[in-house]
């Protein structure tokens, strides 16, 4: 069974800095793209980032461009997420989640999903 | 960038009803398209993916269908365990959600 669990969430200053992690079991991970959604309180759901299996795509929404930044560590079955200049409208539940196929490239179906980990930006 | 708009945005029901959301994207998007349910505090769940395929093991009371801009979930007879928030997204250039689409009693 697919197991996604996230961590390292939790309170910081605007314009702070935050590591994301997600640890995968349950699947062969080198083997799916992975990726970073969020949603906001009481608001819709968000991609962020997405990483493939072998690290060659590397993609990023335009309100995260130069502030997030996606790795993972197939070795260890880890997914991150580096997190600078955050701002009080980052503040979220960020989920990892895995591709619904293997692909090159990465999925555009988020097949399993994490319980999320929330972030929140407040000075 | 692809823009993906749902209605209604709260839809309320019965159980035995049939229920149908309409998911409309402001281009072509082929069949790229895939619906989630998520319940209040818990993760989005998929449903289905490529319009109308159904992911193993959600019951064959939902369906999907469409293609182009506009597409469709169905639940062709609401039980309780469905009451909850339905988002469509879009992977045909990156990925965008619609703002979702809650049904409650």
């Known amino acids: 069974e697919v197991h996604l669990v996230e961590s390292g969430g939790g309170l910081v200053k605007p314009g702070g800095s935050l590591r994301l992690s997600c640890a995968a079991s349950?699947?062969?991970?080198?083997?799916?793209?992975m990726s970073w959604l969020r949603q906001a309180p009481g608001k819709g759901l968000e991609w962020v980032s997405s990483i493939s299996s072998s690290n060659s795509h590397i993609f990023y929404a335009d309100s995260v461009k130069g502030r997030f930044t996606i790795s993972r560590d197939n070795a260890k079955n880890l997914l991150f997420l580096h997190m600078n200049s955050l701002r009080a409208e980052d503040t979220s539940v960020f989920y990892c989640?895995?591709?619904?196929?293997?692909?090159?490239?990465?999925?555009?179906?988020?097949?399993?999903w994490g319980q999320g980990t929330l972030v929140t930006v407040s000075s | 960038d692809i823009q993906m708009t749902q209605s209604p945005s709260t839809l309320s029901a019965s159980v035995g009803d049939r229920v149908t959301i309409t998911c409309r994207a402001n281009q072509s998007i082929n069949t790229w398209l895939a619906w989630y349910q998520q319940k209040p505090g818990t993760a989005p769940k998929l449903l289905i993916y490529?319009?109308?395929n159904l992911e193993s093991g959600v019951p064959s009371r939902f369906s999907g269908s469409g293609s182009g801009t506009e597409f469709t979930l169905t639940i062709s007879s609401l039980q309780p365990d469905d009451f909850a928030t339905y988002y469509c997204?879009?992977?045909?250039?990156?990925?965008?959600f619609g703002q979702g689409t809650k049904v409650e009693i």
């Open positions: 349950g699947f062969i991970f080198s083997d799916y793209s």
């Open positions: 997204q879009q992977y045909n250039n990156y990925w965008t």
């Open positions: 490529t319009a109308s």
């Open positions: 989640a895995r591709g619904r196929a293997k692909t090159r490239s990465v999925a555009g179906v988020f097949g399993s």
